[in-house]
């Protein structure tokens, strides 16, 4: 379907408040949120806030396409996050969107190994997620257009001078 889905900086705003709220009532309090760079930063940073957590750690996580491979596989990129400082921590895994759920699984399986307890937190599911998310939004089978990256990166302009 051409149909988008289209998140704008003020909707997220309420999203953010909302899905904490479900974290809250649920009754689930997390010592550390676990953000998935980049979608999963804005997440986690309104949760951090909206459930009085300070605790903010992030992980890199990437697409890795092999050359002449079909599949794309997430691959973890340093600097990964330090265990000792994961260690026997409630943990609330943030992202942006599950859809493949392939991302989300990878954090999962890391955070099996090393923390106490961790659940998950996320915008939007899609059906076809491998991961049910502990906490959503929406769900949507629609492309999303998130307002962080529905715009192209700024370019330099040329004769633009800074105030002094
Ligand atoms: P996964 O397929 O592993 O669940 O998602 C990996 C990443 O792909 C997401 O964190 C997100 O950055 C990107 N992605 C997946 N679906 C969408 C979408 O509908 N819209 C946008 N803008 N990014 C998406």
Same mark, same amino acid.
Request: proline share 5%.
């Given at each position: &379907? =051409?149909?988008?889905?289209?998140?704008?900086?003020?909707?997220?705003? =309420?999203?953010?408040?909302?899905?904490?709220?479900?974290?809250?009532?649920?009754?689930?309090?997390?010592?550390?949120?676990?953000?998935?760079? %980049?979608?999963?930063?804005?997440?986690?940073?309104?949760?951090?806030?909206?459930?009085?957590?300070?605790?903010?750690? *992030? @992980?890199?996580?990437?697409?890795?396409?092999? /050359?002449? +491979?079909?599949?794309?596989?997430? *691959? @973890?990129?340093?600097?990964?996050?330090?265990?000792?400082?994961? &260690?026997?921590?409630?943990?609330?895994?943030?992202?942006?969107?599950?859809?493949?759920?392939?991302?989300?699984?990878? !954090?999962?399986?890391?955070?099996? +190994?090393?923390?106490?307890?961790? %659940?998950?937190?996320?915008?939007?599911? $899609?059906?076809?997620?491998?991961? $049910?998310?502990?906490? /959503?939004?929406?769900?949507?089978?629609?492309?999303?257009?998130?307002?962080?990256? !529905?715009?192209?990166? *700024? !370019? %330099?302009?040329?004769?633009? /001078?800074?105030?002094?």
């Amino acid at each position: &379907s =051409e149909e988008r889905e289209n998140l704008t900086y003020s909707l997220f705003g =309420e999203a953010i408040r909302e899905l904490a709220q479900k974290v809250a009532d649920d009754g689930y309090e997390p010592d550390i949120i676990l953000s998935i760079a %980049r979608g999963g930063l804005f997440v986690a940073g309104g949760l951090g806030y909206a459930l009085d957590v300070k605790n903010l750690h *992030v @992980m890199n996580v990437e697409f890795y396409t092999g /050359v002449g +491979e079909t599949l794309d596989l997430p *691959v @973890m990129l340093p600097p990964v996050p330090n265990v000792v400082d994961l &260690s026997r921590k409630k943990v609330l895994i943030a992202d942006d969107v599950a859809d493949t759920g392939k991302t989300l699984k990878l !954090v999962q399986d890391f955070c099996a +190994e090393h923390v106490a307890e961790a %659940r998950s937190a996320v915008i939007y599911e $899609k059906s076809q997620s491998l991961v $049910k998310c502990d906490y /959503v939004w929406k769900r949507t089978d629609q492309w999303i257009n998130f307002p962080w990256s !529905v715009e192209p990166p *700024v !370019v %330099r302009r040329e004769g633009q /001078v800074l105030d002094a």
